[in-house]
């Protein structure tokens, strides 16, 4: 029956955002068909590239010199200097232990010999079925490269026996094509596209051929979606490749595929780049792009995330005006509980339960279990707030309509848009 007091209220409300099953649509993980693509284990969570930034602020290393250390060696100075010599509360720190605490390990032991103990038994795909059911996660999309040479050889030689694992979703990633043509051309005429090496909407051939090109390899992996990052300063409509090949080549490729185009913005690579990932910034981006881009494109559809906390509130008023954007997650560098909850609760009030409120961005299987912890506690948080207040007007609920909300935002947001049955 009708929730009738906030004590009830609260314990549906943690209890349908814990035990809703997560489809998680942005990570960096991989299938185990994907032969050692996957990271997993105690030395990748330590070595994890936010950590890796932390540990550069607090060693006499230099990054060559942490650089060159076996991953053994890096992950135990990263232990040293974040855990050991100073306490590791912050976001990326407070998730390693989440994590081992959630597998079982005793944390306060602070053996990280014994945690390397604990894995050893285990192979990759055991512990894929102990991680998802640990996080409650049901459904990863992966970020699939097809100019990364490793995945694109894995690619044309496995083909579908890639996809095979239903908990694991591809996407294809497209950077490289937008922002490094030069370059990438290449790839695109070794795989047999017939493409020039400066990219323009008037040669037709080149713009057939790298539609061609995105068409068979969406296919290919059976991609759920189209996806990029993009700097703050992207512009659009304009003269750059990134643009042009946008209206030209991908979103012909993503309504010929009938999939959404992903949009993740804000992001400045390599501002220093001495530390490879963890060498990226962040910069407020120009909402007003991704505003052209959807009234300019009707009918296609947009999974958008911005990386500045300054283009939050522009972003979630956008997505009022064009029901073909979608808004997506706490990326990178928002993904901390304080930040977490405050674009929570904006996204709650102007959208209702219109969005998807987040995605892990895992690079390390074992994330997964911090992450969706980490995140389901602040949701949770933000619900009960909001269910609270719809309360005291005098509005009664039934557990299966909180249910039915919460599992739209963890898990049903999302495929409706990719269906594009919303
Ligand atoms: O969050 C991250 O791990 C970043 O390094 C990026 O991968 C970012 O999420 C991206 O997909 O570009
Ligand atoms: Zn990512």
Redesign the pocket.
């Known amino acids: 029956g009708a929730i009738t007091d906030k004590e009830r209220l609260r314990r549906v409300v943690f209890g349908a955002v814990y035990k809703t099953p997560v489809t998680d649509m942005?990570t960096?993980l991989y299938a185990p068909a994907f032969e050692g693509l996957g990271l997993w284990g105690v030395d990748h969570l330590l070595t994890y590239?936010y950590l890796i930034a932390e540990t550069m602020r607090q060693t006499p290393l230099s990054h060559e010199e942490f650089q060159s250390l076996d991953r053994r060696a890096m992950a135990e100075h990263v232990w040293k200097t974040l855990f050991v010599d100073h306490s590791p509360y912050s976001e990326a720190c407070r998730g390693v232990l989440t994590t081992l605490g959630r597998l079982g390990l005793d944390v306060s032991s602070r053996d990280l010999s014994a945690y390397r103990k604990w894995y050893d038994g285990l192979t990759y795909r055991r512990f894929v079925d102990l991680v998802f059911s640990a996080a409650g996660v049901k459904t990863v999309v992966m970020?699939n490269d097809p100019f990364d040479p490793r995945e694109r050889e894995l690619w044309l030689k496995k083909g579908d026996a890639l996809t095979r694992d239903p908990r694991f979703r591809p996407s294809l990633r497209i950077d490289p094509l937008l922002f490094d043509w030069g370059n990438q051309y290449r790839v695109l005429r070794e795989l047999g596209y017939d493409v020039g090496p400066v990219f323009s909407a008037d040669d037709h051939r080149t713009v057939e051929e790298t539609r061609r090109f995105l068409i068979d390899w969406g296919r290919r992996m059976d991609a759920l979606y189209l996806g990029a990052?993009f700097p703050p300063d992207f512009d659009y409509p304009s003269d750059s490749p990134a643009s042009q090949l946008l209206d030209h080549c991908v979103l012909e490729a993503c309504g010929r595929l009938n999939v959404p185009f992903a949009m993740?913005v804000g992001?400045r690579r390599r501002v220093n780049p001495s530390l490879g990932?963890a060498g990226?910034m962040v910069g407020r981006a120009r909402v007003e792009a991704v505003e052209r881009i959807c009234a300019r494109h009707p009918a296609r559809r947009f999974f958008v995330t911005m990386l500045s906390r300054e283009n939050q509130h522009e972003l979630a008023v956008l997505a009022r005006k064009f029901r073909n954007l979608m808004v997506f997650g706490c990326?990178?560098f928002l993904n901390n509980p304080s930040l977490v909850e405050e674009i929570t609760e904006m996204r709650c009030e102007l959208l209702g339960t219109a969005f998807i409120p987040q995605h892990s961005?895992a690079?390390v299987l074992d994330q997964l279990i911090y992450k969706w912890d980490h995140s389901r506690r602040v949701i949770a948080r933000v619900l009960c707030r909001k269910y609270e207040d719809l309360f005291d007007t005098g509005w009664r609920m039934e557990p299966r309509e909180i249910e039915r909300d919460v599992s739209d935002l963890l898990d049903r947001n999302f495929w409706k848009f990719v269906k594009g049955s919303i």
């Open positions: 942005h960096h590239h970020t990052s993740m992001v990932l990226d990326w990178w961005d690079r």
